[in-house]
């Protein structure tokens, strides 16, 4: 998969053309994102994400995902199946004590038990339990309207809509933030929207594009680019980290590890 950028940053249109504008151009953000998932899709290759076997499974794993890793959203998810819960409506009328055990092992289990009857109710008010009634909508209203239900947010909207829905939005999440910040992309000051806008002002406006490179950066953030002890030297992006941030970085790792008597977690 490849995007499209503003200018070449190579080849027979460069000919003749200043240092100064040529390194402002391949600086360009649209350009600088697409190097970077050139990089990542290359090195790494597709991810398959999001985990969930329907669009339905994926909506209730996005809303238990939250403030916790995916392994506890998948039993819960199992609890779920078993108890042949994975509806709209047998959702809506399971009891909330039922509900709030059957998902324990996603953490803040009662406020999550509400948070998915709030989502049940919306749906069914809404559009009549149809999630392809609910995908029909235009991004922007959709959006808008999710970000009224009790208990989701930005980030777990944007889920449902890219992940379940295959609308064109980018998924800003800690580990976007974290990777783009370091890499001087970000401000740590700035919006959840303003970063999301950021990514889609600057990439092809495609769903498959903006999973699959969502998918990338959550790898990167799990395995190298850790809020803790990362691993810059061996990371893909490593090479495009700024030198003064590369070195702080592995400095502190180095100061952190085992070795040195600190803590590596």
């Known amino acids: 998969m490849t995007l499209s950028a503003p200018l070449p940053t190579s080849g027979a249109p460069w000919a003749g053309i200043s240092p100064v504008v040529r390194a402002k151009t391949e600086s360009h953000p649209a350009n600088v994102l697409q190097k970077y998932y050139s990089v990542l899709f290359e090195v790494l290759g597709p991810q398959g994400w999001w985990p969930g076997k329907t669009p339905f499974e994926v909506c209730v794993g996005a809303i238990l995902t939250q403030n916790t890793a995916w392994v506890n959203v998948e039993r819960a998810i199992e609890n779920l199946r078993r108890e042949e819960l994975l509806t709209p409506g047998a959702l809506e009328k399971v009891s909330s004590v039922k509900l709030a055990q059957l998902i324990r092992s996603s953490g803040y289990f009662r406020q999550k038990a509400r948070k998915l ?16 009634k609910m995908f029909r909508t235009p991004t922007a209203e959709l959006r808008k309207k999710l970000l009224g239900v009790p208990g989701i947010g930005p980030e777990t909207a944007d889920c449902i809509l890219l992940y379940a829905g ?9 580990y976007t933030r974290r990777i783009f910040e370091r890499h001087g992309l970000a401000d ?17 406006r495609e769903a498959s594009l903006f999973n699959e490179y969502h998918a990338l950066l959550v790898r990167v953030g799990k395995n190298w680019c850790r809020a803790k002890n990362p691993r810059c030297e ?7 980290l700024p030198p003064i941030v590369k070195n702080k970085l592995v400095d502190g790792a180095r100061t952190l590890s085992p070795q040195t008597g600190g803590s590596a977690r």
């Open 166 to 174: 295959g609308h064109p939005v980018f998924v800003v999440d800690a």
């Open 188 to 204: 740590s000051r700035q919006r959840y929207d303003d970063l999301r806008t950021f990514f889609e002002s600057n990439l092809r």
């Open 234 to 240: 061996e990371c893909p992006l490593g090479p495009y």
């Open 117 to 132: 009857k709030a989502f049940m109710r919306f749906l069914r008010k809404e559009y009549g339990g149809s999630l392809p």
